[in-house]
């Protein structure tokens, strides 16, 4: 199933180049939306997604609007939060869906988590933590997709 990954201000350049190794061997578009923490040349970035870096297929965006003007079904874009209430299990993904994820420090904001609250799913998870690791929540999400396309 493709799907699109979007990063919403990523910080943290090891996250991002293993988020997009997860791309690259799930067959998704990564989104990079700015401003970054990190330039995309960073070694980092390149050394966490190994020599997979040049098959990635990736976008880069000034801005959240920049990426939002580009989405062809606003219906189909989720936004992953550990403050959302919807549980990622209760979602049927389709291809093509638009899978946001926010910064490392504070995830998404308060301003898209209210413009987009029904549309805003998390993670659930029992144990004492406020969140999990950005790549691992990629990570995860895709797990789910995959196992609901039977791959």
Sequence with gaps: MHLNIVLIEPQIPNNT???GRLCVATQCHLHLVKPMGFEITDSRV???GLDYWPDLELTMYD????WYSQVTNPNRVFFFSA???TSLYSLEFQEGDWLVFGKEA?????ELLSR???QCLTIPFPGKVR???LANSVAMVLGETMRQSQI
């Design 131 to 133: 969140s999990f690791n």
């Design 17 to 19: 180049g293993n988020i």
């Design 83 to 85: 403050r959302a209430t």
């Design 106 to 110: 504070d995830g998404l904001g308060p």
């Design 46 to 48: 390149k050394r966490a």
């Design 63 to 66: 801005s959240f609007e920049e």
């Design 116 to 118: 987009f609250e029904d």
